[in-house]
């Protein structure tokens, strides 16, 4: 399985819009892996997780055809991950050749009724296929569906009470598993036992906090990434040599990427950055593809 984070930022961005705080002005300054867009990966080229408004920008980045994607999963539909007007660009007034396949939208029932808000619909909620060649499909908690030939649960993240926030396990044909963490807080009980009946091969996990602990329950600190890559070795799920690639990282907390990457090492965590592709096999460390 080839991962590719084609984002690591928080919902605002880093530098963030609108903010002159001094991680902001460094990492403009310092540029190359201090710069993050809005949080979004891809899977072997043809799984996409997330559509964030800089999809278009991680596209011309990272050499990337959107024309080769089986299916899209959604995490939840905070505006950083689901910006549903940039679909209307698969329409036929958008591209030369109109797709043979409508493109399957991987989602919660919140998720999916925010994209459908993005589009025109009937007022029984049908659009045109034409214009939005897609098809809509809800996924529920626990619920392994397959989707572009992957097995893919989803976990009920610890994040936004008022929507459904997934993140999820993604095993690929070969049974290599990835658990895909962003924008979650420490899991509940119920979670950590449901997810210590499975196994995975690599994580990546978000940290969109600081040093400080405390503050919005919904996201990590730098320490509960820690705690939380130990607790999945600890009820079994992971090995410790296993990769563990962190994402989502925020502007507040001040930390530049070396800085974090530094810190993380001894932990067995590598920060991640825009671009960072690795490669994950069964029961085998990470090797990074590209940098
Ligand atoms: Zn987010
Ligand atoms: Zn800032
Ligand atoms: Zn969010």
Redesign the pocket.
Known sequence: MNVTLLGTSS?EGWPALFCRCQACVLAQKLGGKNIRTRSSAIIDGVLKIDFPPDIHAQCIKNDLDLGALEAVLF??G?D??CAGAEIQYRGKYFVEDQHAQELPLYGSQDVLDKILTAFHTDPDGSYDHSLYPVTLNTLHVWEQAIVAGYKVTPIAAN??HSRE?YNFLIEDRAGTVLLYA??TGWYSEDTWRRLSHYHVDAAVIECSKGFEDGGYE?HLGIRQVVAFRQKLIDVGVMSPDAPCVTTHMSHLSGVMHDELDAWFKPYGIAAGYDGMAFRVTINSAVSVLSV
Do not use: L, S, V
């Open positions: 919902a995490t939840h905070h950083d991950h994040h936004d926030c962003t924008d919904g």
